[in-house]
T-cell receptor
Framework: ETGVTQSPTHLIKTRGQQVTLRCSSQ?????VSWYQQALGQGPQFIFQ???????GRGNFPPRFSGLQFPNYSSELNVNALELDDSALYLC?????????????FGAGTRLSVL | AQTVTQSQPEMSVQEAETVTLSCTYD???????LFWYKQPPSRQMILVIR??????QNATENRFSVNFQKAAKSFSLKISDSQLGDAAMYFC????????????FGKGTLLTVNP
């Protein structure tokens, strides 16, 4: 059983650029959630995808967008990067969009915006 | 809205000793789930233990156990026989359903284990 994998591991961008982060969910999982973890903070929920549809969104602007593919892998896109977007971006997969289901996390993508 | 508060930014424990990490939460939902996740320097969040709010019995997983006080909205983690490998950032998290099933995390407690 493969776990949650994220790519790339590290990324450096400049302000105003666009970035795409990728996540492969754990085998058999149909739900992917994305979180932003600023340095020294707990993760903050960005959005969740369940069976290719957005299933909820946190307090993030529209320049944060996502996609889930038929194989349940997912992308997080961020447009017009700002310095405050520098963070660790975590992807988590689970089986079904219900609260009782455990979310399994990848190792994250460290994004630095200069 | 749901909130999670971890009031201990850092804790330390001697190897083989016991340590308790504190967490309080708030939610208006009656059905919810509480979690403790561990994040070592490798960055990957690892589930330590899960508690279902409707279960009165405290969850245990080997050396890890919780003290779940529903009325007080408290959810502490006890680590017994601490090991060097337990050193990490520990996050308390709440999932209280609703229209989506996000996890709300506290700010974390950095645990140091001294040999």
């Amino acid at each position: 059983e493969t776990g949650v994998t994220q790519s790339p591991t590290h990324l450096i961008k400049t302000r105003g650029q666009q970035v795409t982060l990728r996540c492969s969910s754990q085998s058999g999982h149909n739900t992917v959630s994305w979180y932003q973890q600023a340095l020294g903070q707990g993760p903050q929920f960005i959005f969740q995808y369940y069976r290719e549809e957005e299933n909820g969104r946190g307090n993030f602007p529209p320049r944060f967008s996502g996609l889930q593919f038929p194989n349940y892998s997912s992308e997080l896109n961020v447009n017009a990067l700002e310095l405050d977007d520098s963070a660790l971006y975590l992807c988590a997969s689970s089986l079904g969009g219900v609260s009782k289901n455990i979310q399994y996390f990848g190792a994250g993508t460290r994004l630095s915006v200069l | 809205a749901q909130t999670v508060t971890q009031s201990q930014p850092e804790m330390s424990v001697q190897e083989a000793e016991t340590v308790t990490l504190s967490c309080t939460y708030d939610t208006s939902e009656s059905d919810y789930y509480l979690f403790w996740y561990k994040q070592p320097p490798s960055r990957q969040m690892i589930l330590v233990i899960r508690q279902e709010a409707y279960k009165q019995q405290n969850a245990t997983e080997n050396r890890f156990s919780v003290n779940f006080q529903k009325a007080a909205k408290s959810f502490s983690l006890k680590i017994s026989d601490s090991q060097l490998g337990d050193a990490a950032m520990y996050f308390c998290a709440l999932n209280s359903g609703g229209s989506n099933y996000k996890l709300t995390f506290g700010k974390g407690t950095l645990l140091t284990v001294n040999p």
